[in-house]
């Protein structure tokens, strides 16, 4: 392995840090590094993995104002890039206006999801929420050969380059980019077509708008989805012909949010609510359709099937856990991380575009999130989702699960003790004509060595255990969202001899 350090920043966390979510596997890191030629710790790695695994860290720097939610933390991205049989990896912090602006003053300046926003030291600020910072650590995407970082409560979409993750500016569209509001985590890219689909919310009227841009970086659609009041919308989706929108009965207190106060509550008496609208249309041309009452952080992709749109996700059976009262501040926070205490299961809405009817179900009994697919099924026709499992009670992913939609089957790869997964991404095999004809890819963290890895499995045979486990430079906080991208998509990705001299070693 060729290894070099290529940066450090200033982090003003304390020594004797005891935060859940600031030590452990969320330790943070504050070294970027540059590596070519990763060692093959076992396995070997196809030759016919072609592209890069992205993944998005929120990482901190500095103490919390008042109060840490693991939420708040930096945007730092890590990339292992896959060419000719050799991985090379890097990491960098997103360089956000508010981490330049944090690491200049040496603290914190913006409150986090977990204080009020009148605890902000600095004026303005990024979010639907208000006065936070826009840590872009939320969800990374890949469009027109761009990595787009985000920040879940609406901001920019910072631009990075695919193979050294410099910071090379923010997503301007033309000069259409709607700064007002921002834009929210998980934008969709249609590779069939080159699009970017996305979505912005507020606490003002219409709530939520939702736009497209094409595949020369033109915004060429936007328009207002008017929703009755302040939601929180932290997903879409998207089939051939639809965009798919959510007015879930999770969202902050009316009343609280008129004093400035943001506390969500779930409305068990209210429906969820799923909007279908054409990709180019406007609120005129949307139809909801009223299911059961539920908060959904994440779809895993929707098609259209005949009459009915076919829309897959977690259904969450508790969306408001009961409050564990007695254990402490971080209990009470971190309860909305748990997946068992959500009760988050793979669920199936049919909506039916002839008769208006919804037909839903449980494709699954087990605790799963975060589910990813073959991203050239994105908006059609999919059958397999790859799933996590998490450890009880944290925000760890403990293993990989394969749902067969088709047989209901779900094969499940767990981790050893001790050790945690990311997001998992599925990356076609190049030429691969089969859906499940490629790999999954994986970033871990392992306390028992202090180590991490990236694991790359073989899609149809999760249970066989990694063909390929690459050892990287150090080890990594945990994290969670990612994105797959083929070589052929990237700017300068056979520019060069080898994959080193494209990242500049
Ligand atoms: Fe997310």
Same mark, same amino acid.
């Given at each position: 392995?060729?290894?070099?350090?290529?940066?450090?920043?200033?982090?003003?966390?304390?020594?004797?840090?005891?935060?859940?979510?600031?030590?452990?596997?969320?330790?943070?890191?504050?070294?970027?590094?540059?590596?070519?030629?990763?060692?093959?710790?076992?396995?070997?790695?196809?030759?016919?993995?072609?592209?890069?695994?992205?993944?998005?860290?929120?990482?901190?720097?500095?103490?919390?104002?008042?109060?840490?939610?693991?939420?708040?933390?930096?945007?730092?991205?890590?990339?292992?890039?896959?060419?000719?049989?050799?991985?090379?990896?890097?990491?960098?912090?997103?360089?956000?206006?508010?981490?330049?602006?944090?690491?200049?003053?040496?603290?914190?300046?913006?409150?986090?999801?977990?204080?009020?926003?009148?605890?902000?030291?600095?004026?303005?600020?990024?979010?639907?929420?208000?006065?936070?910072?826009?840590?872009?650590?939320?969800?990374?995407?890949?469009?027109?050969?761009?990595?787009?970082?985000?920040?879940?409560?609406?901001?920019?979409?910072?631009?990075?380059?695919?193979?050294?993750?410099?910071?090379?500016?923010?997503?301007?569209?033309?000069?259409?980019?709607?700064?007002?509001?921002?834009?929210?985590?998980?934008?969709?890219?249609?590779?069939?077509?080159?699009?970017?689909?996305?979505?912005?919310?507020?606490?003002?009227?219409?709530?939520?708008?939702?736009?497209?841009?094409?595949?020369?970086?033109?915004?060429?659609?936007?328009?207002?989805?008017?929703?009755?009041?302040?939601?929180?919308?932290?997903?879409?989706?998207?089939?051939?012909?639809?965009?798919?929108?959510?007015?879930?009965?999770?969202?902050?207190?009316? /009343?609280?949010?008129?004093? @400035?106060?943001?506390?969500? $509550?779930?409305? +068990?008496?209210? *429906?969820?609510?799923? #909007? !279908?609208?054409?990709?180019?249309?406007?609120?005129?041309?949307?139809?909801?359709?009223?299911?059961?009452?539920?908060?959904?952080?994440?779809?895993?992709?929707?098609?259209?099937?005949?009459? /009915?749109?076919?829309?897959? @996700?977690?259904?969450?059976? $508790?969306?408001? +856990?009961?409050? *564990?009262?007695?254990? #402490? !501040?971080?209990?009470?926070?971190?309860?909305?991380?748990?997946?068992?205490?959500?009760?988050?299961?793979?669920?199936?809405?049919?909506?039916?575009?002839?008769?208006?009817?919804?037909?839903? /179900?449980?494709?699954?009994?087990?605790?799963?999130?975060?589910?990813?697919?073959?991203?050239?099924?994105?908006?059609?026709?999919?059958?397999?989702?790859?799933?996590?499992?998490?450890?009880?009670?944290?925000?760890?992913?403990?293993?990989?699960?394969?749902?067969?939609?088709?047989?209901?089957?779900?094969?499940?790869?767990?981790?050893?003790?001790?050790?945690?997964?990311?997001?998992?991404?599925?990356?076609?095999?190049?030429?691969?004509?089969?859906?499940?004809?490629?790999?999954?890819?994986?970033?871990?963290?392992?306390?028992?060595?202090?180590?991490?890895?990236?694991?790359?499995?073989?899609?149809?045979?999760?249970?066989?255990?990694?063909?390929?486990?690459?050892?990287?430079?150090?080890?990594?906080?945990?994290?969670?969202?990612?994105?797959?991208?083929?070589?052929?998509?990237?700017?300068?990705?056979?520019?060069?001899?080898?994959?080193?001299?494209?990242?500049?070693?």
């Amino acid at each position: 392995m060729d290894v070099e350090v290529v940066g450090r920043v200033l982090s003003t966390l304390p020594e004797d840090d005891d935060h859940p979510y600031r030590t452990g596997p969320w330790r943070p890191q504050t070294t970027e590094w540059r590596a070519d030629d990763l060692a093959v710790v076992e396995g070997g790695i196809p030759a016919d993995l072609d592209g890069v695994y992205l993944r998005n860290t929120e990482n901190p720097v500095h103490p919390a104002i008042r109060l840490y939610h693991p939420f708040d933390g930096d945007g730092m991205v890590h990339v292992v890039g896959f060419r000719d049989g050799r991985a090379f990896y890097r990491n960098r912090f997103v360089r956000t206006d508010g981490f330049l602006a944090e690491q200049e003053a040496g603290e914190a300046l913006w409150a986090g999801i977990a204080d009020r926003p009148e605890l902000s030291r600095r004026p303005g600020g990024w979010g639907a929420r208000t006065r936070m910072k826009d840590a872009s650590s939320t969800d990374v995407v890949v469009h027109n050969g761009h990595v787009l970082s985000s920040f879940w409560q609406c901001g920019d979409l910072y631009r990075l380059d695919p193979l050294t993750l410099d910071t090379v500016g923010k997503a301007t569209w033309g000069g259409g980019f709607p700064s007002d509001w921002g834009v929210s985590a998980h934008t969709k890219t249609d590779g069939r077509t080159g699009e970017l689909l996305f979505f912005s919310y507020s606490t003002e009227a219409p709530h939520l708008r939702y736009g497209v841009v094409d595949d020369r970086d033109r915004l060429v659609h936007h328009t207002d989805v008017p929703l009755p009041g302040a939601r929180l919308p932290h997903d879409m989706a998207f089939t051939e012909n639809y965009a798919i929108f959510n007015d879930l009965p999770l969202f902050w207190d009316p /009343e609280l949010l008129e004093r @400035g106060r943001y506390a969500s $509550r779930f409305h +068990p008496d209210l *429906p969820s609510r799923l #909007g !279908v609208m054409p990709r180019r249309g406007d609120a005129s041309r949307i139809r909801w359709f009223e299911a059961e009452p539920t908060y959904v952080l994440h779809f895993a992709n929707a098609y259209e099937d005949g009459d /009915e749109i076919v829309l897959d @996700g977690f259904f969450q059976g $508790r969306p408001e +856990p009961p409050d *564990p009262r007695g254990e #402490g !501040v971080y209990q009470r926070m971190f309860r909305f991380l748990a997946l068992e205490r959500l009760q988050t299961r793979l669920h199936r809405w049919r909506l039916n575009l002839a008769t208006g009817q919804v037909r839903e /179900e449980h494709l699954a009994e087990r605790y799963t999130e975060f589910g990813t697919i073959n991203p050239g099924h994105g908006g059609r026709p999919h059958r397999y989702t790859y799933a996590v499992t998490q450890k009880p009670g944290w925000f760890l992913m403990d293993g990989i699960v394969r749902h067969d939609t088709r047989t209901g089957a779900h094969e499940r790869y767990a981790f050893p003790e001790g050790v945690y997964g990311s997001e998992t991404a599925m990356a076609p095999r190049a030429g691969s004509t089969a859906e499940d004809d490629g790999y999954l890819i994986t970033l871990t963290t392992d306390m028992n060595t202090d180590t991490s890895e990236c694991l790359v499995f073989d899609a149809a045979r999760l249970t066989d255990g990694p063909v390929a486990r690459l050892r990287l430079p150090e080890r990594i906080s945990s994290g969670t969202h990612s994105a797959w991208a083929p070589g052929p998509a990237l700017p300068r990705w056979r520019d060069t001899d080898t994959a080193a001299e494209a990242i500049g070693l």
